[in-house]
């Protein structure tokens, strides 16, 4: 899913970043920056992916393997 297909699914469920930052005791800066991808934070992508109702692997494909395991991976501001 794009960043913004995510914030879409949150504000359709009611959810915003804010609450899911208070409701992992972190900040709401880790939370945007994980759906923007310039951050990967396993816990904080389960989430969301859970608050949206679908696996972690199926919202943030490019972060999970086959098998939906985590993939360590270089994130944006590594690229170019």
């Known amino acids: 899913m794009t960043p913004k297909e995510i914030r879409i699914e949150l ?3 009611g959810v915003p970043q804010r609450a899911i930052a208070r409701r992992l005791k972190v900040s709401y800066p880790a ?3 994980t759906i923007a991808g310039e951050m990967a934070s396993v816990r904080i992508q389960a989430e969301i992916a ?3 109702g679908k696996s972690p692997a ?3 494909p490019d972060r999970y393997d086959d098998r939906g395991r985590p ?3 270089c994130l944006k ?3 170019g």
Do not use: G, P, S, T
């Open 71 to 73: 993939v360590k991976r």
């Open 58 to 60: 199926a919202v943030f």
């Open 31 to 33: 939370v945007c920056q």
């Open 11 to 13: 504000f359709k469920a």
């Open 77 to 79: 501001r590594c690229a």
């Open 50 to 52: 859970n608050v949206i």
